[in-house]
């Protein structure tokens, strides 16, 4: 089975910026999506972006202008967060869609505090 690795979270000042990464742990052709949730305690798991095999994106409104959602010639896949607030602190899980399934990482701590 697929599973997805992930790597970029940390702790960072207000302001701050971070990348995250997640690459699949074997070779995926065509797959559908790639993107990245997050979950803040108590709340349930939020769609942040997604990107697809043609590189369109999408966003939640919240993050417009301020996170990047990119991939490389193959199946890794980045989110560059800047100017990031305290209300970013999450879980952030990477996603795959691939084969009619949904694949999940195992998340990655992101805390933005002074």
């Known amino acids: 089975q697929v599973q997805l690795v992930e790597s970029g979270g940390g702790l960072v000042q207000p302001g701050g910026s971070l990348t995250l990464s997640c690459g699949p742990s074997?070779?995926?052709?065509?797959?559908?999506?790639l993107g990245w949730f997050r979950q803040a305690p108590g709340l349930q798991r939020d769609l942040v972006a997604l990107i697809d095999n043609s590189n369109n994106t999408k966003y939640v409104d919240s993050v417009k202008g301020q996170f990047t959602i990119s991939r490389d010639g193959g199946n890794t896949v980045y989110l560059q967060m800047s100017s990031l607030k305290p209300e970013d602190t999450a879980v952030y899980y990477c996603?795959?869609?691939?084969?009619?399934?949904?694949?999940w990482g195992q998340g990655t701590q992101v805390t933005v505090s002074s």
């Open positions: 074997e070779n995926i052709v065509d797959f559908s999506l």
């Open positions: 996603y795959l869609f691939w084969q009619q399934r949904p694949y």
